[in-house]
Nanobody, 122 residues
Framework: HVQLVESGGGSVQAGGSLRLSCAAS????????MGWFRQAPGKEREGVAA???????RYADSVKGRFTISKDNAKNSLYLQMKSLKPEDTAMYYC?????????????????WGQGTQVTVS
């Protein structure tokens, strides 16, 4: 049973930083990719960043140069370091996982999801 639990969300002023964490358990595949998505009220869930088991990464254009995705295999954890935050980054942020190496930024590609953590930038 795969569980993904996000943490680290909160409220921050524009220009500030936050670091999101995702603790993963029950995931046995060694050939996988994981991603961060976000969903603002009234909008579709969009891919923000993805990372695969060999460390390859991919970012949405809207966050390139500001967000960094990383993972700690020893801790079974995924992170999203967010800097230079903007009000338009306000959303619920979700951690997701899938089998395979595709650095997908589309919702339909992912099998497993966390419950989300809220990020508010004012």
């Amino acid at each position: 049973h795969v569980q993904l639990v996000e943490s680290g969300g909160g409220s921050v002023q524009a220009g500030g930083s936050l670091r999101l964490s995702c603790a993963a358990s029950g995931y046995t595949s060694s050939y996988y990719s994981m991603g961060w998505f976000r969903q603002a009220p009234g909008k579709e869930r969009e891919g923000v960043a993805a990372i695969r088991s060999d460390g390859g990464t991919r970012y949405a254009d809207s966050v390139k140069g500001r967000f960094t995705i990383s993972k700690d295999n020893a801790k079974n954890s995924l992170y999203l370091q967010m800097k230079s935050l903007k009000p338009e980054d306000t959303a619920m942020y979700y951690c997701a996982a899938r089998d395979g190496s595709w650095l997908a930024l589309i919702r339909e590609a992912y099998n497993f999801w966390g419950q989300g953590t809220q990020v508010t930038v004012s």
